[in-house]
């Protein structure tokens, strides 16, 4: 049992460049969430989704976009990646009245 | 809004108890979580309290006081695997399993 899967683990991009985060969770879990942790701001909540084919956006939206086209997958985009989007960026899945479980993270470094 | 607040930082012995206090502000309040979180580690579920008490699970425990905004954790019999941050993090009752997270408090086990 994986539990909640996130690729890649490391990436550096170029300001401007686009890339796409996976994370992906075996656990049949409705609910899935898009967060980065940034030294000293906590946890900050970017988008999350409440089930297949939904999405919404959280405390720190801008510059990302998500989709989920199947309820395991949770997909976060950077359309044109800015210096200040880097971060360690953690996917978390639960179901009702349940702690999250995390993604093992993605650092991503823009320069 | 919610506003979270604990301690930075925390210094303890080994074989000690430490107590890691956490408070809120929350227009809406469904539950309060504790996770743990190991330096370049993803955050661990630990605890979930909807109830005022102690709830208490092993060495580890943790009391909710919604009338007064405030919780604590509570760590017996320390052992130096447990240095890591302390995340608060409040679920407003908006639904969804949204989560609101405290920045943590780092605390070191000491010999």
């Known amino acids: 049992n994986a539990g909640v899967t996130q690729t890649p683990k490391f990436r550096v991009l170029k300001t401007g460049q686009s890339m796409t985060l996976l994370c992906a969770q075996d656990?049949?879990?409705?609910?899935m969430y898009w967060y980065r942790q940034d030294p000293g701001m906590g946890l900050r909540l970017i988008h999350y989704?409440?089930?297949?084919?939904?999405?919404a956006k959280g405390e720190v939206p801008d510059g990302y976009n998500v989709s989920r086209l199947k309820k395991q997958n949770f997909l976060l985009g950077l359309e044109s990646a800015a210096p200040s989007q880097t971060s360690v960026y953690f996917c978390?899945?639960?179901?009702?009245?349940?702690?999250?479980?995390f993604g093992s993270g993605t650092r991503l470094t823009v320069v | 809004g919610q506003n979270i607040d604990q301690p930075t930082e925390m210094t303890a012995t080994e074989g000690a108890i430490v107590q890691i206090n956490c408070t809120y502000q929350?227009?809406?309040?469904?539950?309060l979580f504790w996770y743990q979180q190991h330096a370049g580690e993803a955050p661990t579920f630990l605890s979930y309290?909807?109830?005022?008490g102690l709830e208490e699970k092993g060495r580890f425990s943790s009391f909710l006081s919604r009338s007064k905004g405030y919780s604590y954790l509570l760590l017996k019999e320390l052992q130096m695997k447990d240095s890591a941050s302390y995340l608060c993090?409040?679920?407003?009752?908006?639904?969804?399993?949204?989560?609101?997270f405290g920045t943590g408090t780092k605390l070191q086990v000491i010999p």
């Open positions: 993090a409040v679920s407003n009752s908006g639904g969804y399993q949204k989560v609101t």
């Open positions: 929350t227009s809406g309040f469904n539950g």
């Open positions: 656990m049949n879990h409705e609910y």
């Open positions: 978390a899945s639960t179901t009702t009245g349940g702690g999250y479980t």
């Open positions: 309290n909807v109830l005022d």
């Open positions: 989704s409440v089930g297949e084919g939904t999405t």
